[in-house]
């Protein structure tokens, strides 16, 4: 891998496979999504792949022509500039950045308040 480029730790996995993950590091290039693990190098070209997210909330790509998953809970890389100069990846990674973003901000908000109820209650 080239050391200029992000990578992010992650998980590879074929679907129906999930128990067979393999642990390693993904980054994306212009043309390309990479992962590097112990068992091998794998790349998917970006045009056939998939941006989504899965139950907990990380950034999963997927690659329905190989049936291949690659998941990472770095959510730094819904903003990796490789990521958006793809017109059929950038709308979602910014739309998953900005659900997380509203999720962060509504939990301040209710720290917030429960932190002046309690001063309220207590004064």
């Known amino acids: 891998m080239n ?33 590097e693990s112990a068992a091998g190098n794998r790349q998917w070209p970006l045009t056939g792949v998939v941006l989504d997210e899965n139950a907990a909330g990380n950034p999963v790509f997927h690659d329905a022509g190989t049936g291949w ?5 770095d959510r730094r890389v819904l903003a990796d500039p490789l990521l958006l100069r793809h017109a059929h990846l950038c709308p979602r990674a910014r739309e998953l ?16 308040l429960i932190g002046f109820v309690v001063v309220f209650c207590l004064g």
């Open 97 to 112: 950045r900005a659900r997380h973003e509203g999720s962060r901000s509504l939990q301040y908000a209710l720290i917030f």
């Open 69 to 73: 998953w690659v998941e990472t809970t």
């Open 3 to 35: 050391t200029l480029q992000t990578s992010y730790e992650g998980f590879a996995f074929r679907e129906g496979e999930e128990e067979q993950a393999l642990a390693g590091r993904c980054r994306l290039t212009l043309s390309y999504l990479e992962f």
